[in-house]
């Protein structure tokens, strides 16, 4: 009896020492996401930053249910495309933004977000709103994080979780357009001095040096989804009084540019970069493809803003508490002037974890994360 009871209850303490090991340790973690970029995935960095660039006011996130629809910094109605592939590979937790205040212990597991409403390439891109987070800056953040992580865990289970059980997702580059090259206000962008060639050039130069650093750090596992048609966009078409069918020339044929030669940068690096792999989202034509098609994937609209004001399209004054807002926001393909509701969301998202390599390659998402 004696020993049956002591046999039980030391049985008992061993669970719970591996379980609560477990979590210290990262084993029990299905996966973690270290997210990158701009306003597409900012999931509330900017609401700790003195910027003109804000998502934390209503209607934004009214339909976002962990937070029972109140506005959390995310530039959509809902989830962005990071959470909702974050909850499809498994992960346990939203990855939280890296300036929240529980961004540290095991949070630091499940991910951490680094990316920045107005955010770029570029150490300039996105002056306009006076403070955002720039990649640069959003690797420096993960350094930080990085070794926070290895304090946790020591160094060789630390280069592990970073290794094998995370993936760097990069969604950046817009801005660099929108918010740069393309400002009407000559003296804040770079159109001022420098071709459309050279710009480009600069932006793939310093994405390669912006990679390798992460890649410094031990990331191994990178998604990064090129820019979208950005002239496509409700603020676009409304400022240049467009049709419903038409896109604004300029930025989609600039974003064209880029985008091929960011293709020939990953292939570059997935050679020259061992043990890592790059996978390539052709957001471009997937967004393309849904705007074009919207009827076929349920949306009324794909020009109008559900949320926001001016114009034909409601594209001119952001998503905020004056805005108007339409009913019918899952049939919307925009929420605001510039950012996907929910509902296009959850399409593109579905595409990134098991589409085929119209839209992901060399392999998908759910590949990615089961890559050894
Ligand atoms: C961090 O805080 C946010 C906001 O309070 C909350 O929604 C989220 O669940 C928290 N995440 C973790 C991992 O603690
Ligand atoms: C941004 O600024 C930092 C230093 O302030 C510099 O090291 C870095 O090269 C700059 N990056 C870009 C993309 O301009
Ligand atoms: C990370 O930070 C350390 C200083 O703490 C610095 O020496 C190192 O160069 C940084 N690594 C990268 C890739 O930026």
Redesign the pocket.
Known sequence: MATNCCYILAFFLLFTNLSSFGKGDGNDIGGASYIFGDSLVDA?NNNYLPTLSKANINPNGIDFK??GGNP?GRYTNGRTIGDIVGEELGQS??A??FL????SG??LL?GINYASGGGGIMNATGRIFVNRLSMDIQIDYFNITRKQIDKMLGASKARDHIMKKSIFSITIGANDFLNNYLLPVLSIGARISQSPDGFIDDLINNLKGQLTRLYQLDARKFILGNVGPIGCIPYQKTINQLNENQCVELPNKLALQYNAKLKDLLAQLNENLPGAIFVHANVYDLVMEVITNYQKYGFTTASRACCGNGGQMAGIIPCGPTSSMCSDRDKHVFWDPYHPSEAANVIIAKQLLDGDTTYISPINLRQLRDRK
């Not at 929240?100 to 961004?103: F, L, V």
Request: no cysteine; net charge neutral; proline share 20%.
């Open positions: 509330g962990p937070s959390t937790h939203y939280v933004p929240a205040p529980n961004s095991q949070a499940y």
